[in-house]
């Protein structure tokens, strides 16, 4: 129970009573239940401090260093506010910016009245990470400048290149002149920052404390944060997927809306040119052609403006990690769940004519609320089932951007690959570890086993793939793992406080209580996951994954669990997994994959942007160029035949969505040079004498 000074609040308004039962329910929560346990010091202090000035929105482009050195009073004195639940820091913070923010807003309409001057050599750096305090407002109003004039340059150049387009097609097209499209430049940005600082000086009172509250829990570990009752309820929505909508899930870094993930099935999947990375930069209405930008906007704003009723039109630009941009059309569809389950093919080589099964699984999703509701679990096994019918020879799960799930059903999947014995530790805060297992005797499958991951798969991904690794059950395949090896669960704060409904609802938080480890006793923290053999992809110079998040948790580990190795160690992968890096090595492909890799982490890390149109124009052509010579990798067809098993191969012909689904499908799985690969790999496990029976090559 809490107990709160009843007293305290006799004169006091009822927000400000809500503040502090927020507050003390939260810590209390905290104390009692997170994972670690951080003394409030002036080390606390000082990280909460840091942390509530990051996530300050346009910080470095509205504070002076004079605003941070008398904000700087209370670096060492914001745990003192905690533990107090004052708000004498919170209350100074939010007035100087707002007051900043508002003169911001007259700089930017000031100096967006007169054209900019593009012939000046001078560069603008969008990093915010690379910049310091601006010394003095001068320093403000310069950095404002050169952000609009980009901005401007970035939408002139846009638009002659689209005139230069259409005069190729045709002879009468209104052309416009370089001063119009400048002028038109300026008032398009002159709007979207009237909509922006609208939304920043119309914050709630809840979105100003959620933030406050949010910089002291994220020096606890990145996944312990405070969601205010309408913010928990727009998580809800980005984490459920949606009915209606594109059928892709977002998040917001450093001002932008960025894709994570892009759902099997939806309507961005089937379109297939919205990318994991790409960044949201203006979002248009397909039926009145209303244009919104959404650089800077917040996601559960953004979002309003991207979701919408089946069957209507959104047109998103968006920025490739690359740089270029690309205009999108998406049909908004329902988002059928029946897309997001496990499937399966027969894949055969056109070569060798060796058959292998397929199984890609995009979650480990079960349905808690229903008794009959469909598991993975269930589902996995079942496509098992339909494989060693076909008689492959082994098979290949793809965990790629399966970002995790139902822990009960990871250990129930694993299971179907083990002979029992534990699948993952998992261990809360000055308790034993908790070993999970399967034990049901006998294995679904007993045959050669290949598992594809990459640098998001995540959580119960990363256990399913530790497991069998340890085991030495399967050859894992692709990129280190994201590396989350925590457990997060959500408490309604109203539950915390008894009575007080006059202040409710107070929201809910979000807080890690637990930490997976392998069975070999090591945490996936971190650390993720590491290939037994290294695919290349296009993100594998790009740091990703929890070790790039502010105060993660440490990598550690317990004792190793007892477990005993795939036919007691006899049976070892070492030929296979040189076989396949020598063809990896050797591969036009993977070799084209890793230069373009390069490419886009050289692109990533430049922080400098011409502000000089013609030097921007050769700027831009070089992105393009470089750009083209890879937009036709992987889309090339191996020497593969695929088999849809799953029971939508008996669709009915006028259900053209999921004719197109399992066309997309089916053309993903022929073109992936990764998967090619990983039945190479099955095919030479086979040759080896470790598995019950034998397997057809």
């Known amino acids: 129970m809490l107990f709160v000074c009843q007293s305290c609040f006799a004169q006091e308004p009822n927000n400000v009573k809500r503040n502090v039962y927020l507050q003390s329910a939260i810590q209390a929560d905290i104390k009692r239940e997170h994972f670690v346990s951080l003394p409030i010091d002036d080390a606390f202090s000082q990280k909460a401090f840091d942390e509530y000035l990051k996530s300050v929105t346009y910080s470095k482009i509205i504070l002076t260093q004079g605003d941070v050195d008398i904000l700087s009073e209370y670096r060492d004195k914001m745990d003192d506010e905690y533990l107090a639940t004052r708000l004498e820091f919170f209350d100074l913070a939010v007035e100087i910016i707002t007051q900043r923010t508002k003169e911001a807003e007259r700089y930017c309409f000031t100096i967006l009245e007169e054209p900019f001057d593009f012939t000046v050599n001078e560069t603008v750096v969008f990093n915010s990470d690379s910049l310091s305090w601006a010394t003095d407002t001068t320093e403000v109003k310069d950095r404002w400048r050169k952000f609009l004039k980009y901005d401007v340059m970035n939408r002139v150049y846009n638009g002659m290149e689209d005139q230069r387009k259409a005069l190729e097609k045709s002879d009468t097209v209104t052309v416009k002149s370089f001063d119009e499209f400048e002028k038109e430049a300026r008032t398009s940005v002159e709007k979207r920052y009237k909509d922006t600082f609208s939304y920043l000086l119309q914050n709630e009172d809840d979105d100003y404390l959620a933030t406050y509250i949010n910089a002291f829990l994220s020096v606890y570990d990145p ?216 034990t049901k005797s006998g294995m679904v499958w007993d045959g050669p086993l290949v598992v594809l991951v990459n640098g998001y798969s995540a959580s119960a991904s990363e256990i399913f793939a530790a497991a069998m690794q340890d085991y030495g059950r399967a050859v894992i395949m692709g990129s280190t793992t994201y590396g989350k090896g925590t457990v997060q669960r959500f408490d309604d704060i109203d539950r915390l406080v008894p009575g007080q409904n006059d202040i409710k609802p107070l929201g809910s938080l979000k807080l890690t209580i637990q930490k997976f480890y392998r069975i070999n006793g090591s945490s996936t923290q971190l650390k993720g996951v590491t290939p037994d053999i290294t695919v290349p992809d296009s993100y594998k110079y790009i740091d990703t994954g929890e070790r790039e998040l502010s105060n993660a948790l440490a990598w550690s580990e317990i004792p190793t669990s007892a477990y005993t190795t795939w036919r007691g160690g006899v049976c070892k992968w070492d030929n296979v997994i040189q076989q396949s890096n020598e063809r990896i090595a050797n591969n036009t492909f993977f070799a084209q994959t890793d230069e373009n890799a390069k490419r886009l982490k050289q692109r990533r890390d430049n922080i400098y942007y011409p502000l000089n149109f013609e030097t921007y124009k050769d700027f831009m052509k070089q992105q393009n160029d470089e750009a083209d010579k890879y937009k036709e990798l992987g889309k090339d067809t191996l020497n593969i035949d695929a088999q849809i098993l799953t029971a939508e191969e008996a669709i009915n012909p006028s259900d053209t969505a999921a004719v197109e689904r399992n066309k997309k499908w089916y053309q993903m799985v022929v073109t992936d040079n990764t998967i090619y690969e990983a039945m190479q790999v099955v095919r030479e496990m086979a040759r080896m004498r470790c598995f019950a029976t034998k397997r057809d090559d």
């Open 223 to 438: 996944h312990t944060e405070y969601f205010p009752p309408k913010n928990k309820e727009d998580f809800d929505i980005r984490f459920s997927g949606q009915l209606e909508g594109i059928g892709a899930t977002l998040t917001q870094k450093e001002g932008y809306i960025t894709i994570t993930e892009v759902k099997i099935g939806s309507p961005a999947w089937k379109q297939g040119e919205l990318e994991v990375n790409d960044k949201i930069l203006k979002v248009t209405q397909g039926n009145t052609k209303e244009t919104t930008d959404v650089v800077d906007m917040r996601l559960d704003k953004a979002i309003r403006f991207i979701r919408g009723p089946k069957g209507t039109e959104v047109i998103l630009t968006v920025q490739k990690v690359d740089g270029t941009q690309k205009t999108i059309s998406l049909i908004r569809d329902v988002i059928v769940i029946e897309e997001t389950y496990a499937k399966s093919m027969v894949l055969t080589d056109k070569e060798t004519y060796s058959r292998v099964g397929y199984l890609y699984l995009p979650s480990f999703y079960a349905n808690f609320q229903d008794r009959n509701g469909r598991r993975s679990s269930v589902d996995v096994r079942e496509e098992i089932e339909k494989l060693k019918a076909e008689k492959v020879s082994g098979i290949i799960i793809d965990l790629r951007s399966n970002t995790g799930g139902s822990l009960i059903d990871c250990v129930d999947i694993a299971g179907h690959f083990i002979d029992q014995g534990p699948v993952v530790q998992v261990q809360g805060r000055e308790r034993s570890p908790q070993v999970l297992a399967d």
